[in-house]
């Protein structure tokens, strides 16, 4: 018998080790959860994407009493992004979240349908997506989906 192993690169920054657009990327995805309706978990998540060109998207969880017809901050994002300028890249993501009043002291990561539509973007634009993860005591720096989503589908 043989392993596979699966080894996953992320790094670990703190908000001033970030350059401005990075920093500005973040910012937007903190504000975005302002906007979040989420009533049931209380749980406000924001993202923001970066699009080729330098627009900022954001979106936000957006929550529905029957819970699986809301839609998470990433998806949010990129979905929007995707249908109001469908031929840009999306260069990339940053996501935070909110909840009893702060930030969350650690990084949230996307759930597994939102690493499947990253993936997707991906291969959409031919370019990988940098994702940033927000917390306040530290920041992952994820170079790209393969990170987050290792032994992905792929029907060839
Ligand atoms: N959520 C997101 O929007 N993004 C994530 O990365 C994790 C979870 C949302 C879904 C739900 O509205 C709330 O956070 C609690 O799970």
Known sequence: MNNLNINAKIGIFSYN??????????DNAKEATSRSYSPYSEFSVGAAVRLSGGE????????????PSGLCAERTAIF???SQHPGRAVEALAVAAFT???????????????????????LRYRQAVKIYLYGK????VIDGIKDL????FDSL
């Open 80 to 82: 929007y992004a995707n």
């Open 56 to 67: 900022i998207v954001t979106g936000s969880n957006q929550e529905n009493v029957a819970y």
């Open 100 to 122: 009893k009043g702060d930030f969350t002291e650690n990084p949230v990561s996307p759930c597994g349908a939102c690493r499947q539509v990253i993936l997707e973007t991906e």
């Open 17 to 26: 080790e970030l350059n401005s657009e990075e920093k500005l990327l973040i």
């Open 137 to 140: 005591s530290k920041i992952y």
């Open 149 to 152: 989503l290792p032994l992905a």
